[in-house]
């Protein structure tokens, strides 16, 4: 199976009319691109600076057929305005989708999510889907559900609020881990909002463009795009390691194929072919973000070091019953050294230092990704062979980090 990937022009056919979608956000070029978007697709878009901006709107005029609601703002947040939406009868049946730079959702009932920086395409579809007619409502309107990281609708779940449950006294210890991730998280949606605005720009430009020439430029800012997303993630697990913290696993039942399909149609190696092998069984419990980053990571780095023409070849085998080994295969020469460097402990800053600065960002990650789901990482290089990335992972990595 291969996969060559190419910007996806966003489908320009018409749209019914009148169908009004509400974007709240309090980043002005967030919202001003996503109305853009919308609008060039034939959408009514009516815009709020925060929550409580929103229901006055809502209040006062038409309702919307979908609401696109971030969710760190000032004044009345997401999370907020989201309760005192639910509790009014008349504004608790409108499907709101969340648009955020948070990785780490707490506490929300809402009907899908979208992560900053949001892809044009998956902008466009999610609007589409939940401001049709038919829209997805095979439960009350106020259930939750989850999201997999192409955005399609799967089963309940609940996404959270800072605050708002009550908890026990937490230890100085505590008050630091929390403390460092909120400053973890925060930077992260600074970092994510203004790139969501160029991504959603590139999409209006492609959607427009009226020569070959501006569509491989619109073409070209997607592709930097998730380059700046895939370095903004490892800047954040590099951060969480300098202080002091692990990478945070959140392990569930997934099929990796899936997976590794997913990141070969989506992965930053752009105009690269992949080729997709699969053999075996290839379920397991890992934590599917983080597997996620580790692939795009790989075969990013192989179009970065290979720059010929042959496919990059990416192989899941799971023919062994209790682990599953993953491979990226390029043409090219790496003299990265994963075995060397500290495997364990994050207490001497020099040697993370030393390795960081040996493997650099991207490789420093995909090593310590791979440690915490209890696997093996190696690679293998040479002018004739050219380079493997060999990974191999425990079926079950909800057993090495509980």
Known sequence: MSFTNQARRVRDEEVTDNIIVMVVDDERDVRESVADMLMARGYEVVCAEDGRAALDRLRSGPHPRVILLDLMMPGMNGWQFRQEQAADPDLASIPVVVITANRNLRDIVVDDVLYKPVKPEHLVDTVERWSAPTRPLAVAPLAPHTVTADNTVQAPIEVAAAGSASVAPATDATRAAMFSERFVEMLGHDLRNPLSAISITGGVLNLHSTTPEIGESAARILSIVDRMDLMIAHLLDFLRVC?????????????????????????????????????????????????????????????????????????????????????????GVTSIDLLSGPREGLDDLRAVEDEYTRLGLGMYIVKQIVLAHGGELSVESDEASGTRFTIDLPRDAGRVRP
Do not use: F, M, Y
């Open 243 to 331: 202080l002091g913290r692990e990478i945070p696993l959140d392990p569930e039942a997934i099929d990796l194929a899936d997976v590794c399909h997913r990141v070969a149609r989506q992965t930053p190696a752009a105009r690269r072919e992949i080729k997709l092998v699969v053999s075996g069984k290839t379920n397991g419990t890992w934590d599917k973000r983080r597997i996620e980053l580790l692939l795009a990571t790989l075969l990013t780095e192989s179009a970065d070091s290979d720059q010929g023409t042959e496919p990059i070849l990416l192989s899941a085998d799971g023919q062994q019953a209790d682990r599953l080994r993953l491979e990226v295969r390029h043409h």
